[in-house]
């Protein structure tokens, strides 16, 4: 299997497929450092088994003693915080999303996303690539992403625009994409018509990239 080549399962059937595949050797996650390690084990190998990189975001139950230091938020947008770049191979990082903050339509230039809820709650929009110029974009499914649960998406799957949708709660999700990219494309709801955006770290490893400006239109993962 290449890298991140993804077999599309039902969440609740991964658990069930990964077992019958690996038996009781199992890996155990007990702490954010144990996660970074299994992960950082897994992408050593140019064949990665995307159902063990899900198996392993999922048996992590978040704990803010583990990664309080990486959450940095900015009051008028949500935030993209590196946490370990996986030797060039795919990047780990939190989002940190204030209240009522989103993200634009967007698509994940050819990366494949992971996505797990760390704290609070975020609602995942979904739709389908336009076929055509001009037309609005149509929506084809979306969810709530509530603590712990994971979350998949890639190019052949459609785009997605992710929102905190309460007034009085932050968010905190977990991302892992492989490869990472520097750029993706964004999308006007209304219109279709599509951007390019510059995707930044607003921290990397716990530290404040000071002299970093978010772009106008940011991608969230």
Same mark, same amino acid.
């Given at each position: 299997?290449?890298?991140?080549?993804?077999?599309?399962?039902?969440?609740?059937?991964?658990?069930?497929?990964?077992?019958?595949?690996?038996?009781?050797?199992?890996?155990?996650?007990?702490?954010?450092?144990?996660?970074?390690?299994?992960?950082?084990?897994?992408?050593?190998?140019?064949?990665?088994?995307?159902?063990?990189?899900?198996?392993?975001?999922?048996?992590? $139950?978040?704990?803010? /003693?583990?990664?309080?230091?990486?959450?940095?938020?900015?009051?008028?947008?949500?935030?993209?915080?590196?946490?370990?770049?996986?030797?060039? $191979?795919?990047?780990?990082?939190?989002?940190?999303?204030?209240?009522?903050?989103?993200?634009? *339509?967007?698509?994940?230039?050819?990366?494949?996303?992971?996505?797990?809820?760390?704290?609070?709650?975020?609602?995942? *929009?979904?739709? /389908?690539?336009?076929?055509?110029?001009?037309?609005?974009? $149509?929506?084809?499914?979306?969810?709530?992403?509530? *603590?712990?649960?994971?979350?998949?998406?890639?190019?052949?799957?459609?785009?997605?625009?992710?929102?905190?949708?309460?007034?009085?709660?932050?968010?905190?999700?977990?991302?892992?994409?492989?490869?990472?990219?520097?750029?993706?494309?964004?999308?006007?709801?209304?219109?279709?018509? $599509?951007?390019?955006?510059?995707?930044?770290?607003?921290?990397?490893?716990?530290?404040?990239?000071?002299?970093?400006?978010?772009?106008?239109?940011?991608?969230?993962?």
């Amino acid at each position: 299997m290449s890298v991140c080549q993804y077999i599309e399962n039902a969440e609740e059937d991964l658990d069930i497929t990964f077992y019958k595949k690996v038996g009781n050797d199992l890996p155990v996650i007990n702490s954010l450092d144990d996660l970074i390690e299994q992960l950082r084990i897994i992408f050593e190998s140019d064949s990665v088994d995307v159902d063990l990189v899900h198996y392993v975001l999922k048996s992590y $139950k978040s704990n803010p /003693a583990d990664w309080k230091r990486f959450a940095k938020f900015d009051r008028y947008r949500y935030t993209r915080n590196l946490v370990d770049h996986g030797n060039g $191979k795919y990047n780990l990082m939190l989002l940190c999303w204030g209240e009522g903050h989103g993200s634009a *339509i967007h698509d994940h230039s050819d990366s494949h996303c992971f996505m797990k809820m760390l704290q609070g709650s975020l609602s995942e *929009i979904r739709f /389908a690539w336009p076929d055509k110029e001009d037309v609005t974009l $149509k929506e084809i499914g979306r969810k709530p992403l509530n *603590i712990n649960q994971v979350c998949y998406i890639n190019d052949s799957i459609g785009l997605h625009r992710v929102e905190n949708l309460s007034n009085v709660d932050t968010a905190i999700s977990l991302h892992l994409y492989c490869p990472p990219y520097k750029q993706c494309s964004v999308f006007n709801q209304n219109t279709g018509q $599509k951007s390019t955006s510059t995707v930044t770290f607003y921290s990397m490893f716990g530290k404040r990239i000071k002299e970093n400006k978010q772009v106008e239109e940011p991608e969230d993962n």
